[in-house]
T-cell receptor, first 114, second 113 residues
């Protein structure tokens, strides 16, 4: 089945550590996105990539980094510079469908700082 | 002023009630208006979308867009306990490939049996 796979589902990070969240899609979509969701805050865009080997900062990119070496993969690294990383992280991809029909979300990774 | 405003609730209704959810926005360039449903600890799923102004109906759900007032609504008729979720409105400037969505904060809805 086509879709987006995020892993792990739950992740715990110690203070000062970098962690990488995985996002893989087999939908052959060109564009991929990372969002952060906090309680009562909706979804905020961290980074997005419209094509392999290219990506742009979203609204809250500080403390995060990404790479897009393959069309199928868009990993997000939460660095030690991110002061408040505890949140629910959502990956999405878009392409192929007209308008919002082509936009698909993964099931998310919940990151907790311990 | 935030681009998209949505009352986070929470909203609690009895089974069978008509539910009204809404969002306001400030950016007149938005053309696509979406409603996503998100169950706890899951990714959002697209419920409905509307292009420009007008109404759209799908079963028990009706989406309305009033661009003159910069106001969108989602109505749920005969609400069911399975409708209990967070409802997020989202908007975008275009519908083609490679566009970004701007989300409201989401409204937490509970439908009590």
């Amino acid at each position: 089945d086509g879709g987006i796979t995020q892993s792990p589902k739950y992740l715990f990070r110690k203070e000062g550590q970098n962690v990488t969240l995985s996002c893989e899609q087999n939908l052959n979509h060109d564009a991929m996105y990372w969002y952060r969701q906090d309680p009562g805050q909706g979804l905020r865009l961290i980074y997005y990539s419209q094509i392999v080997n290219d990506f742009q900062k979203g609204d809250i990119a500080e403390g995060y980094s990404v790479s897009r070496e393959k069309k199928e993969s868009f990993p997000l690294t939460v660095t030690s510079a991110q002061k408040n990383p505890t949140a629910f992280y959502l990956c999405a991809s878009q392409g192929g469908g007209v308008g919002p029909n082509g936009y698909t979300f993964g099931s998310g990774t919940r990151l907790t700082v311990v | 002023q935030k681009e998209v405003e949505q009352d986070p609730g929470p909203l609690s209704v009895p089974e069978g009630a008509i539910v009204s959810l809404n969002c306001t926005y400030s950016n007149s360039a938005f053309q696509y208006f979406m409603w996503y449903r998100q169950y706890s600890r899951k990714g959002p799923e697209l419920l409905m979308y509307t292009y420009s102004s007008g109404n759209k109906e799908d079963g028990r759900f009706t989406a309305q867009v009033d661009k003159s007032s910069k106001y969108i609504s989602l109505f749920i008729r005969d609400s069911q306990p399975s409708d209990s979720a967070t409802y997020l409105c989202a908007m975008s400037r275009s519908g083609g490939s490679n566009y970004k969505l701007t989300f409201g904060k989401g409204t937490l809805l509970t439908v009590n049996p």
